[in-house]
């Protein structure tokens, strides 16, 4: 297969509440209507490992900081097949989390190092755009919806995460920061922007 044939994979990292499924749907949408083939996914994925670590987050499970990371290591693993598999047969997938998600939360309790090992399989997207929101907005936006907390939900944890996050963006491939306090449109615009001047994908 031709290298002109194997489509971007696109992902989006950040704080819980600060838009990710929001402008991975966006975008999502944007290039759907512009004829190109799309793949939602997200992680931790609807699979048996997934579900195994969305109840560690919750707290239902009780595991060490260190056999989560590896849970999801191993969902990512997983996806990460059918991720190749369709980016390689022409369709453009859009990931809401993939290894960043590890690096930053993770590394509060676990050696980055170690953690960076354990996801050597993973792939290096061609985009990765970190919504940056401080934790009070994402907070203030997650109160309207949502009735549980999870495990990585205090605000000095959060101010933490988002320091990883920045500095994940300077050691990282392809990692882009965008500024996602505001509103959703002016965010919206500025990924689309970025796809283009990219040029991940001809004709757009
Ligand atoms: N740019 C924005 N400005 C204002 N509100 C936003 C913006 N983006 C998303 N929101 C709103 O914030 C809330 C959380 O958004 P979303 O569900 O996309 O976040 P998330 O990062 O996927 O969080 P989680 O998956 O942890 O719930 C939603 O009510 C959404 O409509
Ligand atoms: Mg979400």
Same mark, same amino acid.
């Given at each position: 297969m031709s290298n002109k044939d194997r489509k971007p994979f696109i992902v989006f990292e950040g704080? @819980? /509440?600060?838009g990710l499924t929001t402008h991975a749907f966006d975008l999502h949408r944007w290039l759907k209507e512009r004829g190109y083939e799309v793949y939602l996914t997200k992680e931790p994925t609807d699979g048996v490992l997934g579900g195994l670590i969305r109840s560690a987050l919750k707290g239902e499970l009780k595991v060490s900081a260190r056999t989560l990371a590896l849970l999801f290591a191993a969902d990512r693993t997983q996806h990460t097949e059918t991720i190749k598999r369709l980016i390689n047969s022409g369709v453009v997938v859009i990931s809401d989390r993939y290894k960043l998600s590890s690096y930053a939360y993770q590394s509060i309790e676990v050696d980055l190092d170690w953690l960076r090992k354990i996801n050597e399989g993973a792939l290096t997207p061609d985009v990765t755009f970190v919504?940056?929101?401080?934790p009070a907005v994402c907070m203030r936006r997650l109160q309207k919806e949502r009735f549980h907390t999870e495990l990585y939900e205090d605000m000095e944890t959060l101010e933490r995460v988002r320091e990883n996050y920045r500095r994940l963006a300077e050691e990282e491939e392809n990692v882009i920061i965008i @500024? /996602?306090?505001?509103?959703q449109d002016v965010v919206n615009r500025e990924i689309f922007q970025k796809i283009k001047e990219l040029e991940l994908l001809e004709g757009l």
């Open positions: 704080l @819980d /509440g600060s919504i940056d929101v401080p @500024d /996602g306090n505001r509103p």
